[in-house]
């Protein structure tokens, strides 16, 4: 198999997945005999307590974690089979990751961050790369950044740089841990509607939260306790962090 000439949809498929770790006091399941289905273009927040297996859950999706037991299927395509070296290639050209802190090169200005995963991966040629940057940026009205480094960006700025940065490959999945939890509630705002948007574009975007106001801003909210889904619900609409909050 060849996962540098796939490019898959975002659709997700986890059959009966298990993670264990081993720790002092012994194995413990995190992720506990998971069955999830999401459709391509779908929006889903991933909800729980802190230390409820939802980042390990958002893990597994994103093939930077493998499951213990069960399977992974990410646009048709089974992760088990995958090397390390085909997995990471595999995950650099059809998944983007959006951290909660968003985890940019300090040393490297905005511009140079948004263009790591096309150098990584050679998805676009390399003429092209600072111009398909500065677009992303653009799209995402922080441009005038583009030669400073993130120390010198606000908070939101920082997270607007990101998802540019996991959009430079132009991937069918989006992944987000907490991409809101270290912002205010007007900037989380614009961050939830850029992910939005990205969704209605036809990407799949999985986000983690242990906010409810944040989760009620999704197609689909699924909660997770103790390593088990306990509830999958599709909210009628999508409502406004404001009125979600009330």
Partial sequence: MNPNALRPTGSIQL???????????????????VNLDIPAGQFVAIAGKSGSGKSTLLNLIAGIDRPTAGAATIGGIDL??????????????????????????????IL?????????CGVHPSRERA???????????????AHKFPGELSGGQR???????????DPPLIVADEPTGNLDTRTAQVVIDLLRAQSAA???????????DIAAVADRVVT????????DSLPAAPL?????GA
Wanted: no cysteine; charged share 20%; glycine share 4%.
């Fill in 15 to 33: 059959s009966n997945v298990s993670r264990a770790y081993d720790t002092a006091a012994g194995p413990f399941l995190a992720v506990d005999d």
């Fill in 80 to 109: 088990a089979p995958l090397s390390e070296d085909q997995l990471a290639a595999w995950r650099g050209r059809n998944v983007g990751v959006v951290f909660q802190f968003h985890q940019l090169m300090p040393a490297l200005t």
């Fill in 112 to 120: 140079e961050n948004v263009m790591l995963p096309m150098d990584f």
């Fill in 131 to 145: 111009p398909i940057a500065l677009a992303l940026l653009e799209r995402f009205e922080v441009a005038d950044q």
């Fill in 159 to 169: 997270q607007r740089a990101a998802i540019a940065r996991a959009l430079a490959n």
């Fill in 202 to 212: 036809g990407r799949t975007v999985v986000m983690v939260t242990h906010e409810r």
């Fill in 224 to 231: 997770i306790a103790d390593g088990h889904i306990v509830d």
């Fill in 240 to 244: 406004p962090i404001e009125a979600a």
